[in-house]
């Protein structure tokens, strides 16, 4: 479900994917939020959308975020020699990854949205 928001300034015109905004840099999320707002009566519609869309966004990165933290404190299976190389072991140490990984990579993802919005609200 890829949402998205069309912002415009004169003959510019731009249609973003909401989830694009994660792989962008703050400083070019600040000059499109500046953007809206330099022309508020071509990117109404756009205004109000982000303001529906960015809460939703949050909320639901804090419920994949929250759902990772719980698979991880359930899936975590401590090793007590990782240097050993045997098949349990490595399948272990894989999944310890990944699921490490899941928490650090959702909790990115929810610090950013929270982010983005500031930005929104700021300008």
């Known amino acids: ?9 004169g003959t510019f ?20 939020v500046r953007l809206v707002n330099s022309a508020p009566w071509e990117n109404r519609e756009t205004i109000e959308k982000l303001g529906l869309l960015l809460p939703e966004k949050i909320k ?7 759902t990772a933290s719980q698979d991880y404190a359930n899936g975590w299976r ?23 990984q899941a928490v650090k990579d959702t909790k990115a993802a929810y610090d950013r949205w929270l982010k983005i919005n500031s930005i929104y609200k700021e300008n």
Do not use: C, F, Y
């Open 1 to 9: 479900m890829n949402e998205t928001v069309e912002i415009r300034a």
């Open 13 to 32: 015109k731009v249609i973003l994917l909401m989830d694009g905004l994660l792989t962008l840099p703050i400083r070019n999320v600040r000059k499109l």
């Open 60 to 66: 639901s990165s804090k419920k994949l975020w929250e």
């Open 78 to 100: 401590l090793v007590r020699n990782k240097k050993r190389r045997d098949q349990e072991t490595v399948e272990i140490l894989h999944e310890n990854h990944r699921l490490t």
